[in-house]
T-cell receptor, first 113, second 113 residues
């Protein structure tokens, strides 16, 4: 069974204090690893897609990296507006010709001014 | 370009009733996926529709059913509602079924009493 585990569950940072969120996964035949940001009561907002080990993507203060077993979301000099829950999801073959997206439980990030 | 929209925003139903949720996909997207998100959890895959055909189903009972229309909009129907069905229901659209990022709507908050 495909599994996605995110750590830590919650993270409090001072504004400007850089850190990393982890997403470890066990799937067969990864077809993509996706990072999303979700604000309370809203739908997830797409951030990055990573397809193969060694790949990196950047956007503003966020940088996502991928190895064969895990992905990291690095946050550099975060601001209070970066506070949100960050979700990781993997897409892999789930049988009968379909590919399912499996999400982790997320990391709730709070950035204190 | 219009994003993914969902209706209604909120609704309250009684146990045993039936409910229909609606989703309009982003322009040009032919694939729609539905997810259930309980409080504090990541989204759980219900099923996916590709060009009006079901293309994969998660671990949900048959009382969860769906449709996709020729314009690629979609419906999620839930019969015989149970208290545990209370959740945020998310719809996501994508350009295809494998390796494409999914763009989420704002969700429908369903409360079953």
């Amino acid at each position: 069974e495909d599994q996605v585990t995110q750590s830590p569950e919650a993270l409090r940072l001072q504004e400007g204090e850089s850190s990393s969120l982890n997403c470890s996964y066990t799937v067969s035949g990864l077809r993509g690893l996706f990072w999303y940001r979700q604000d309370p009561g809203k739908g997830p907002e797409f951030l990055f897609t990573l397809y193969s080990a060694g790949e990196e993507k950047e956007k503003e203060r966020l940088k996502a990296t991928l190895t064969k077993k895990e992905s990291f979301l690095h946050i550099t000099a975060p601001k209070p507006e970066d506070s949100a829950t960050y979700l990781c999801a993997v897409q892999a073959y789930s049988g009968a010709g379909s590919y399912q997206l499996t999400f982790g439980k997320g990391t709730k990030l709070s950035v204190i001014p | 370009e219009t994003g993914v929209t969902q209706s209604p925003t909120h609704l309250i139903k009684t146990r045993g009733q039936q409910v229909t949720l609606r989703c309009s996909s982003q322009s040009g997207h032919n694939t729609v996926s539905w997810y259930q998100q309980a409080l504090g959890q990541g989204p759980q895959f219900i099923f996916q529709y590709y060009r009006e055909e079901e293309n994969g189903r998660g671990n949900f009972p048959p009382r969860f059913s769906g449709l996709q229309f020729p314009n690629y909009s979609s419906e999620l129907n839930v019969n015989a509602l149970e208290l545990d069905d209370s959740a945020l229901y998310l719809c996501a659209s994508s350009l295809g079924t494998v390796g494409y990022e999914q763009y989420f709507g704002p969700g429908t908050r369903l409360t079953v009493t």
